[in-house]
């Protein structure tokens, strides 16, 4: 059982950034892929990004190519979602998630073992 604590939304006027980070109350995610979502008012969870638990391989949403970075810290107590060009459409809940064993597709909720409570990040046109 992992307790995963997001942190780092807030409000931030349209083409600003963020940085969300990912952290697990009490044991390392070194062990673990994780990936991020997000979900706005009215709308399901979406996929935004995932890392695998060496880093090595990364995917990205088409709605956030090129303008989020994903990113584990070497001591792999930390994943960052590094935002960018922020616009009002990425106004959302950001979570993070944890997977034990990799399961397909890394895209899927159902993928994932462990949720985070999430962290509100809106954007203002």
């Known amino acids: 059982q992992v307790h995963l604590v997001e942190s780092g939304g807030g409000l931030v006027q349209a083409g600003g950034s963020l940085r969300l980070s990912c952290a697990a109350s009490s044991r390392t995610l070194r062990t673990y892929n994780m990936g991020w979502f997000r979900q706005a008012p009215g709308k399901e969870r979406e996929f935004v990004s995932y890392i695998s638990r060496s880093g090595s391989t990364i995917y990205y949403s088409d709605s956030v190519q090129g303008r989020f970075t994903v990113s584990r810290d070497d001591a792999g107590n930390t994943v960052y979602l590094q935002t960018g060009s922020l616009k009002p459409a990425d106004t959302a809940v950001y979570y993070c998630?944890?997977?034990?064993?990799?399961?397909?597709?890394?895209?899927?909720?159902?993928?994932?073992?462990?949720w985070g409570q999430g962290t509100q990040v809106t954007v203002s046109a």
């Open positions: 998630a944890a997977m034990e064993s990799l399961r397909l597709p890394v895209q899927f909720m159902g993928s994932y073992d462990y």
